[in-house]
T-cell receptor, first 112, second 112 residues
């Protein structure tokens, strides 16, 4: 079966870059996602990447995909205190891109 | 601003009581998901509907949980009878095929 894994915790200083890593096992993944969850809120889609891409940049966010190693990363440039949240990696295998398997989440703490 | 609406936001109940959680998907979306989030298990998929038809509810304990979509504007998740181990945050998400998923703010359930 599919499995998505992330480290539990990351702490950075405001202004530094954050890199959150994720590994997955299913080579047939079609889409890979990063979601952000703030306290008491639902999950908000930050960005996603198709499995045939190796990089996607969106403002302060850069997603890198190493399909050979099944490794996905999210880099947040100039991390702000408002970026403190739990970040979930997710993968999808269905063509619709809806059926998601989530990692356990990485709690990002940004220190002023 | 379209959003997925979940009610209630919080529910405290006693063991053995019936719990009904409701979700109003975004108008026009044809897929609906129910996820459960706990510290120990992370995000677990409970049920998946497409065009109101249940496609996958393998993650749902069948003896006490039931999920339905009586119409396109309402999805329900029922637990009867509820147990303390059901305490979690239950998220509903909706989407269209090939489009991103939108999550509701969740129902925080506490079963005493």
């Amino acid at each position: 079966g599919e499995d998505v894994e992330q480290s539990l915790f990351l702490s950075v200083r405001e202004g530094d870059s954050s890199v959150i890593n994720c590994t997955y096992t299913d080579s047939s993944s079609t889409y890979l996602y990063w979601y952000k969850q703030e306290p008491g809120a639902g999950l908000q889609l930050l960005t996603y990447i198709f499995s045939n891409m190796d990089m996607k940049q969106d403002q302060r966010l850069t997603v890198l995909l190493n399909k050979k190693d099944k490794h996905l990363s999210l880099r947040i440039a100039d991390t702000q205190t408002g970026d403190s949240a739990i970040y979930f990696c997710a993968e999808s295998r269905d063509n619709a891109g809806n059926m998601l398997t989530f990692g356990g989440g990485t709690r990002l703490m940004v220190k002023p | 601003d379209a959003r997925v609406t979940q009610t209630p936001r919080h529910k405290v109940t006693e063991m053995g009581q019936e719990v009904t959680m409701r979700c109003q998907p975004i108008l026009g979306h044809n897929t609906v998901f129910w996820y459960r989030q706990t510290m120990m298990q992370g995000l677990e998929l409970l049920a998946y509907f497409r065009n109101r038809a249940p496609l996958d509810d393998s993650g749902m304990p069948k003896d006490r949980f039931s999920a339905e979509m009586p119409d396109a504007t309402l999805a329900t998740l029922k637990i009867q009878p509820s147990e303390p181990r059901d305490s979690a945050v239950y998220f509903c998400a909706s989407g269209s095929e090939g489009e991103k998923l939108f999550f509701g703010s969740g129902t925080q359930l506490s079963v005493l």
